[in-house]
């Protein structure tokens, strides 16, 4: 990557780099994810990590980190994670459109 720090700039002038600390990028990630109600893989995304590294930061090590923002991280992730098959429902219908079944 030509010698350079990859870093996601966000609103406010946080970032996240490859330098940062494990414990920093969980607290950002999750309030991020409280801010913008935002899902997993939509902060992912955004942050230009991968899905998986995500929600261990949010889910096993922020409730080391910090419990409290960990339970209000968790509110969100459940009702995402209640709204999904909504969600993918939409996804359907927005791909294949109001197609009408001609008999």
Do not use: W
Request: hydrophobic share 35%; charged share 30%; proline share 1%.
């Amino acid at each position: 990557m030509n010698g350079k720090i990859k870093h996601t700039v966000l609103g406010g002038g946080k970032s996240i780099s490859s330098k940062q600390t494990i414990e920093e990028r969980a607290c950002l990630l999750a309030r991020y994810i409280i801010d913008s109600k935002d899902t997993v893989r939509g902060a992912a995304k955004k942050f230009g990590i991968s899905k998986s590294t995500v929600h261990k930061d949010v889910s096993e090590r922020l409730l080391k980190i910090n419990p409290v923002l960990a339970t209000e991280v968790r509110k969100i992730l459940d009702e995402n994670k209640a709204e999904r098959h909504i969600r993918g429902g939409m996804a359907t219908k927005l791909k294949y459109g109001a197609k009408t079944k001609v008999s």
